[in-house]
């Protein structure tokens, strides 16, 4: 969006010194134009501030005038208790120039459009705390290797959008398209598959398929007609055509589906054929991640329970390739929060997927998890149908799998166990997640000790047999450290050290003083001076520690020795005045401050 945004800006300059040159100046106009068109769609799939958009589309508006207006993700506030962790959209604020670059390097990480669909890593993103799995599709390009195709805004290889419609700009396709249209009308099926093969080839490739040529021939009702036909390989060829076409922008995959092709699909999920079953979850899957619209259209056509039965019928005959797609399209329907699916969906899933999780298969169990990642980010009883299940202890053995995309959603859902009640949280720690915490803590991967140290602050939020159980551990050493780590780690270390000085008890917090918490937390406070929300927490942890009669005197000392009594002073002069109150009473009350 930034470098649309700047390309805008640069052209728009060109355009202010060229008032002369007419010919020039139809060509940069016409430059101009385009990148607002892209900056635009990118601004609406991004859910930013809609004025933001009209602002953009305002012919008197500057483009540098919008980047200074442009809103941003601001701080999600977290409860220090029992609160979920919300891994949702903020509350727009505003961006001044200095923070573009980094911007840009966040929005390109998160990929939460609603038109953007391709299958990206199940990685959660190791730099933003907007960590969201992506929706996703997938365009076929040959049967034993699928690839992945983004789906990018409406521009040259993709078709224009003019007056609402996709006017296609391969016109050699749309040409070959025609020839292949009458032959598809024929009688004789020979031609009809031969036809139909070309068709499927074309339209697999993974640079620019011509999706909307296919649309503009006329392709997608012949093709709809062609999934009755009584000869499974023609039905099998006119599905993966189908789905690939699915797989591109919404409005191809809108064009699919009011084809009438989504009962044809469900049904097929039956056929005999395992190459026609692969292919009809795979283009359900396509149409389930276009966004929560079509999601909750397949799912009130009955498609989760169809779907469930024929795996519990023939999962153990499916070739590992079918499974996997089909694990796949269930993560797609029970994925999403805004709306989430409806939870009867949702709980019809889980004895399947708790199946899954023992399959053995990488990517069978990475769809499983995030399926039991989705299903468990909910009220408690959403967590309490998952963990009656009994698949707690399968989840803690696959923190410890080899391979990252299968950990990281495991760790998610543990994650989301924990937010729950102390009850469900127990169970967590009955399975032996502690034990592997500390191998999590010092992952590699900073998306992994990020989310360890969000599940052990929800830990430390519960009762102090729990947080007793996290210090037993040994944990504590490596979450103090961790409060100095990259910044979104260090938040949520942040987090769980100081719900621990919330609900801990008096020896409790005497032990992190002797761990050095204080030193610690000096060093961290400084790199917040901008983030009101994390100086709060941490001046609530403070507060917390010194108001234990017995730990006021040597944290105390600490607090001068280190130079976080300097630091507090300082905050008094902090425009949040919540911060300022804040610092004061810790001064008043605690030191021997005085009033200017």
Known sequence: LIVELKMAAAIEEQLNALEGDQERNVKELAALQMRILNATLMLNDYELEQSASNKLNHESLSVKELLDTLPSPSQDAKSDRRDKYKFTSRTPAMLHEQNLESFAKRLDQLRITEHSRPRFSHAVDESSELAVRQPMTRN??????????????????????EGGRIIPDQPEKLELYMELKEKLESKDNALIKAAITEIRKSLSVEQNPPNSEAIQAGLVPLLAEFLHHEDHVIVFEACWALTNIASGTSEHTQTVIEAGVVPVFIQLLSHESQDVFEQSVWALGNIAGDGPAPRDMLLSQGIMQHLIEVMNQRHERLRISALRNAVWLVSNLVRGKNPRPAWHHMQTAIPIMVQMLTNGDVEIMTDACWSLSYISDGPNDHIQAVVEHGCVARLVELLM?????????????????????????????????????????????????????????????????????????????????????????????????????????????????????????????????????????????????????????????????????????????HPNHEIYEHSVNILSEYFDAEDD
């Open 401 to 573: 799998h080899a391979s990252s995309s299968v950990a990281t959603p495991a760790l998610r859902t543990l994650g989301n166990i924990v937010t729950g009640d102390d009850r469900q949280t127990q169970v967590v720690l009955n399975a032996g997640f502690l034990a592997v915490c500390g191998n999590l803590l010092q992952h590699p991967k900073t998306s992994i000790r990020k989310e360890a140290c969000w599940a052990l602050s929800n830990i430390t939020a519960g009762n102090r047999e729990q947080i007793q159980a996290v210090i037993d551990a040994g944990l504590m050493p490596g979450l103090i450290a961790l409060t100095n780590n990259e910044l979104p780690v260090r938040k949520e270390a942040i987090w769980a050290v100081s719900n621990l000085t919330s609900g801990g008890s008096e020896a409790q917090i005497q032990h992190i003083l002797g761990l050095g918490v204080i030193r610690a937390l000096a060093q961290a406070t400084p790199a917040f001076n901008e983030d009101a929300r994390m100086l709060k927490v941490l001046l609530e942890c403070f507060s917390s520690i010194l108001q234990h009669e017995t730990c006021q005197e040597g944290a105390v000392a600490q607090m001068e020795e280190t130079g976080l009594l300097d630091q507090i002073e300082a905050l008094q002069q």
């Open 140 to 161: 076929r390009q040959s049967r034993d290797r699928p690839v992945t195709k983004a789906s990018v805004p409406l521009t040259k290889g993709h078709g224009w959008l």
